[in-house]
């Protein structure tokens, strides 16, 4: 069997996204679904060597299908140990694979691990060397891809790459495992509607369906769009007029609404942007973004003053003054637009757009629906979409920033870690008993650690850095500590903000996910991350500030050593040390040439 060493992304001299080719209005959120073999394509078999013994999982072949029709590239990516432990040889493993794609159709790749668990290799899940040997084999890259598995390996193995992952549990798979993936399916065929209407949801061309004018039923209501132009065959807006965004939340919350406001920016003239006081450092780092009018919103603020009628005024007024053709609201899942919509109308703007499970009346022209569990960033995209704004053609559903300045001196070279113990929700931070122990773990292991806080969090971080890391705890604004992100090796930090700035400069993300909030909504988006922590702790799914369970159990149980972990899965080196290759070693086979036998 061939055994290729996988390259790094930073050497190749560019890329051919195997996607580029299609038809679409809106931006590719994936290029390639890389598959899991057994118990996901085929039933699971042990260590099977006997192309009789294929059985294809229901439906398989119907939902591969689909995949292929929409355009998008086939991948398997499977452990095959029983090569390592001597149970069958490669010819068989060969014909295992040539009858699956006899029953499945063909692939357009096949990564296999031949080693077992001691062989201390790269690409034997959940090492993520196989999803990156395959985003390489079909002309991509991970974050551009999604696998689908049936056990928590495959999904350590996709998010330690940053591509997206969604498990399809069985009979085997463990409640935990379940627990902590980023999306569950019931099986094959409902993994695959879900990744085509994922990439559907961001495209204009989906929603684009005439309204009837009720005035004269069967013609269509062109009020909609007459302030702004009319939708182009492309799908995307024509160029023009004012648009106000609305995001009134929290840093966090502004940064992951990012690509929406970029789509809106790519064919509006002005973008004026609503927020409330604790997003305001956060709208200044994004692209696309002109003017800020900040007011605090008393049916989003976590702690609200009383609803001042005259306050209520102000606000209507500003809103006026801004003189926006539209508005497009951003909420959370958990949020209505529907009172500042009513603001709004009364400002006068005359098309609203904004994701809504209540009934509107009269107060939305554009109410759009998001199923449970999506992305926040995918969120907002899909909601810039149904407005009719796509992304620019050249931009990336990625999180984004404005140039960052230079970090404090005192971090030093580019390398270290970044370790940010606090949050502005209780519940998410890290317990600081933890958090000193991770840093004296990966200063003893060699890393450079720079710890991070607010300025209330200055007793805390000194707690954490003691003598042996740095200690930045508020000394920076967010600006500084998204450069001070920007020049880390890897971020350790629990579901806050600094997770998203990581996330926006491709740092890779250990994410220490108090799970209060789904972490397939609020998990770092489309970078390398390793998620710890308990996702079965009583918390989950409670949206809880302050911890609700004595002793944070959620996180007090990951060990220090769990975090150096993951940082060799991640590939991240200590600063002065070669990195590890996060490619792996992984066999790479020609669909033409399968190759393959069963074992995990």
């Known amino acids: 069997m061939r055994q290729d060493q996988v390259e790094p992304d930073q050497r190749r001299s560019a890329r051919v996204f195997a996607g580029a ?9 994936f290029d390639a679904v890389l598959l899991d073999r057994d118990g996901t394509l085929v039933e699971d078999v042990p260590y099977n060597g006997d192309p009789e013994k294929v059985r294809p999982m229901p439906g398989a072949r119907a939902a591969l299908d689909r995949l292929r029709a929409a355009g998008l590239k086939l991948a398997v990516v499977t452990n095959q140990s029983g090569l390592a432990r001597g149970y069958f040889g490669e010819a068989q493993m060969r014909a295992v694979h040539a009858r699956v794609e006899e029953l499945l159709g063909r692939f357009d790749a096949w990564l296999v691990c031949p080693h077992d668990d001691g062989d201390g290799c790269g690409c034997r899940k959940p090492a993520p060397g196989l999803v990156h040997a395959a985003a390489r084999e079909l002309g991509t890259v991970p974050s551009r891809c999604v696998l689908v598995g049936d056990i928590g390996r495959d999904m350590t193995a996709a998010l330690a790459a940053g591509a997206a992952g969604i498990l399809v549990p069985t009979p085997v798979t463990r409640p935990q495992e379940v627990a902590a993936a980023p999306q569950v399916a019931a099986d094959l065929p409902a993994a695959v509607a879900e990744i085509l209407r994922r990439q559907a949801a961001l495209d204009p061309a989906t929603y684009r369906r005439p309204a009837l004018d009720p005035a004269t039923p069967g013609r269509a209501d062109t009020r909609s769009t007459r302030r702004v132009g009319t939708v182009p065959p492309a799908g995307g807006r024509a160029r023009g007029g004012t648009v106000l965004v609305v995001r009134a939340d929290s840093a966090g919350d502004v940064l992951v609404t990012g690509p929406g406001i970029r789509a809106v920016a790519a064919t509006a003239d002005r973008v004026v942007m609503l927020c409330g006081p604790r997003g305001r450092a956060a709208a200044e780092l994004l692209p696309g973004v002109d003017e800020i009018v900040e007011h605090p919103l008393p049916w989003i603020d976590p702690a ?32 209505s637009a529907l ?7 009364l400002a006068g703007v005359g098309r609203i757009s904004a994701i809504s499970d209540d009934y509107p009346g009269a107060l939305l022209d554009v109410r759009h629906r998001v199923p449970p569990g999506v992305p926040e960033p995918e969120r907002a995209l899909s909601l810039a979409a149904a407005a009719g704004y796509p992304l620019a053609r050249h931009d990336e559903p990625a999180l984004r920033l404005r140039a960052a300045p230079e970090p404090p001196p005192e971090a030093g070279e580019p390398g270290y870690v970044v370790l940010h113990p606090g949050s502005a929700a209780q519940a998410r931070g890290c317990p600081p008993e933890l958090a000193a122990r991770i840093a004296r773990t990966l200063t003893t292991a060699g890393y450079r650690v720079v710890v991070t806080g607010g300025p209330g969090e200055r007793e805390l971080t000194a707690q954490v850095a003691g003598d042996v890391a740095v200690d930045l705890g508020g000394r920076t604004g967010l600006a500084e500590l998204a450069a001070t992100v920007a020049g880390a090796g890897a971020v350790v930090v629990g579901n806050t903000g600094p997770a998203h700035l990581a996330a926006a400069h491709g740092v890779p993300v250990v994410s220490l996910f108090a799970p209060t909030v789904p972490f397939g909504q609020w998990g770092p988006w489309r970078v390398p991350t390793v998620r710890l922590g308990d996702a079965e702790a009583p918390c989950r799914d409670t949206r809880a500030a302050r911890c609700p369970v004595p002793g944070h159990p959620c996180l007090s149980g990951v060990g220090a050593g769990e975090v150096l972990d993951a940082l060799r899965l991640l590939g991240v080196a200590p600063a002065g040390l070669p990195a590890r290759d996060g490619g792996g070693a992984g066999a790479r086979v020609p669909a033409a040439a399968s190759t393959g036998g069963s074992g995990r």
């Open 21 to 29: 080719g299609r038809t679409a209005s809106g931006p590719v959120l």
């Open 304 to 335: 609200p003053e009383p609803v001042d009628p005259a306050d209520m005024t102000t606000l209507t007024d500003r809103l006026a003054a801004v003189g926006a053709d539209e508005a497009v609201i951003f909420t959370s899942f958990h949020q």
């Open 339 to 345: 009172p500042l919509a009513l603001l709004l109308r």
